[in-house]
């Protein structure tokens, strides 16, 4: 299987920390050198392991970001 390259261009926030230190967290990731997406999946301590999570593009960000907004 290939290796999966990433480079996290920025940290956003972390959404939450498990016991065992895993941190969910919202990041802009470039994957195998493409442009940088949203992304939100859960991290071991330090980034040296990755769990499966979602990719979004701005305006999905943007359009999960108005479905949010109507459920407050």
Do not use: Q
């Not at 065992?20 to 990731?29: A, R």
Request: glycine fraction near 6%; proline fraction near 4%; charged fraction near 35%.
């Amino acid at each position: 299987m290939a290796e999966i390259k990433f480079e996290i261009t920025e940290h956003i926030a972390v959404l939450s920390e498990s016991p065992k230190g895993w941190t969910k967290e919202l990041n802009l990731i470039s994957w195998n050198g493409r442009d940088p997406k949203y992304d939100i999946r859960e991290w071991a301590p330090n980034h040296e392991k990755v769990g499966k999570g979602v990719t979004l593009s701005k305006e999905e960000l943007e359009n999960l970001n108005e479905v949010l907004s109507k459920l407050k």
